[in-house]
């Protein structure tokens, strides 16, 4: 250990210098080679974990998308089916009030009779067996002209006023029982037809 003085700007020793060591108490120093390799570590470490968290936001964002788009492909579905349904059951009620109104202003002629009768014969799978048609009486009167080639047809025909039936409607009936034409049945066939399966 030396003693020495020291002044404004300069340090003088009491006794001469034997020797000398120099202590550096700062921070361990770092050859320019493993600085350069520490400063590339460091900069790949950064890039790693940046394209990492940049990965996952990514992966996140195209997980928020498909999930809004799957919701809206949902949404857009339900929608539309809610439309066709409500545009189906208002078709089906447009065409059986045009159906109704047609056949309610239809001016009925003998070959609409006719075309009634042959109908119901053909709805019986009957040629051969006795048959007894009900038609309204003004019906069977536009039918003289048609009679015989009924009667041709089907031998065992015959025609029988009923004033209860509308015009238009007709009724079979046969030893294996009775096949329904009235209009009113029809216009309900017609509508359960309408209705979706």
Do not use: W
């Not at 119901?120 to 080639?149: A, Q, T, Y």
């Amino acid at each position: 250990m030396v003693a020495a003085r020291q002044s404004k700007n300069e340090l003088r020793l009491i006794e001469p210098l034997a020797g000398v060591s120099i202590v550096y108490d700062g921070a361990e120093r770092i050859a320019a080679r493993d600085h350069e390799t520490g400063k590339d570590d460091s900069y790949r470490k950064g890039y790693d974990e940046a394209s990492s968290q940049y990965n996952q936001q990514i992966l996140e964002f195209r997980n928020d998308v498909n999930a809004l788009r799957e919701s809206t492909l949902s949404a857009l579905e339900e929608k539309f089916s809610v439309i066709v349904g409500e545009a189906r059951e208002a078709l089906m009620a447009l065409t059986y009030e045009c159906v109704g109104r047609t056949l309610g202003g239809l001016e009925i002629n003998p070959e609409i009779v006719q075309s009634v009768v042959n109908s119901i014969i053909e709805e019986s799978g009957l040629d051969e067996e006795k048959m007894e048609i009900r038609l309204h009486p003004l019906d069977i009167e536009l039918l003289v002209e048609f009679e015989n080639e009924l009667k041709a047809k089907h031998p065992r025909l015959t025609f029988v006023e009923d004033e209860t039936l509308k015009r238009g409607d007709c009724l079979l009936s046969s030893r294996f029982g009775k096949v329904d034409g009235l209009l009113s049945t029809k216009m309900e066939r017609l509508k359960d037809g309408l209705k979706p399966s």
